[in-house]
């Protein structure tokens, strides 16, 4: 199993970057691929989260509208489209994937419903 994470870096204020997490070794299908944040200092949070099995998307308030999930189901990825960057959210990124009976709406943050993951990709804002 492993999910691969790529495309951090350093962005100005108001840029963009895009995230890409690569899935393999499971059945991704049946999974829920999200993307946990953890700035220094904090505690790591949920970002976003995208249900391979029925398209749902989820965001968490501080990034809806800014951020965009979504998947390649034929390159077995997902991507965070990021926009509008603020220096709040520079953090380390990294993916990870749970099945989908083991989260439901109120527990799709929930970092340890996630028995996947990949190594975490640095986003740095600068201001």
């Known amino acids: 199993v492993q999910l691969q994470a790529s495309g951090g870096g350093l962005v100005h204020a108001g840029g963009s970057l895009r995230l890409s997490c690569a899935a393999s070794?499971?059945?991704?299908?049946?999974?829920?691929m999200c993307w946990f944040r953890q700035a220094p200092g904090k505690e790591r949070e949920g970002v976003s989260c995208f249900n391979n099995g029925d398209g749902s998307t989820y965001y968490t308030d501080s990034v809806k509208g800014r951020f965009t999930i979504s998947r390649d189901s034929a390159e077995n990825t997902v991507y965070l489209q990021m926009n509008s960057l603020k220096s709040e959210d520079t953090a380390i990124y990294s993916c990870?994937?749970?099945?989908?009976?083991?989260?439901?709406?109120?527990?799709?943050?929930?970092?340890?419903?996630?028995?996947?993951w990949g190594q975490g990709t640095q986003v740095t804002v600068s201001s």
């Open positions: 070794g499971f059945a991704a299908d049946y999974y829920v």
């Open positions: 990870a994937a749970a099945y989908t009976t083991f989260v439901t709406t109120s527990t799709i943050f929930s970092a340890d419903r996630y028995e996947y």
